[in-house]
């Protein structure tokens, strides 16, 4: 429908009026659906084996890889968990993995912010992540321990 309406837009002035605007609308329409029908004969499927190695390269329309939902589901289920592990960490740790890792600000940012060391700042990073690694570890492997059966 763009295409359509960019190239009336375009186009208006070889507009002649012997037909209804309506009709030449849809003829800029038709003929922009059949040039597009004419392009997608030209893709290839990503699954063919090209065997020739000295065939010119062209490329190929790819459709937008969608995710499905067990992934989406996976992928809340551990944010969630990681929220949680995050609550249990001490207010010191917790600031600093939350500034760096979650709002990915740099560790000079986070040492001037809280008025810190860069030292103190990179130690208490370590040391929360640590913290954070342990307590999601039970987790993770009872994720793990449920899914295989």
Known sequence: MQDTLLSAFRDIGGFQGRSKF????????RNAALQ???DRKNT???EQ????QDREFRPRQVVAWQENPEQS?????MRQLVEKGLLQLPAKYRVIVMLRDVEQLSTDDVARQ?????????TR????RLMLREWLSPHLA???KGAGQ
Do not use: C, M, Q, Y
């Open 125 to 128: 990073l370590l040391r929360g």
């Open 22 to 29: 309506s009709t030449w609308l849809v003829s800029i329409a």
């Open 114 to 122: 809280l008025g810190l060391s860069v030292p103190a700042v990179k």
């Open 73 to 77: 589901h996976s992928r809340t289920e």
């Open 49 to 52: 084996k090209d065997n020739e």
């Open 36 to 38: 597009r029908l004419r």
């Open 44 to 46: 290839e499927s990503l």
């Open 142 to 144: 009872a994720r793990r």
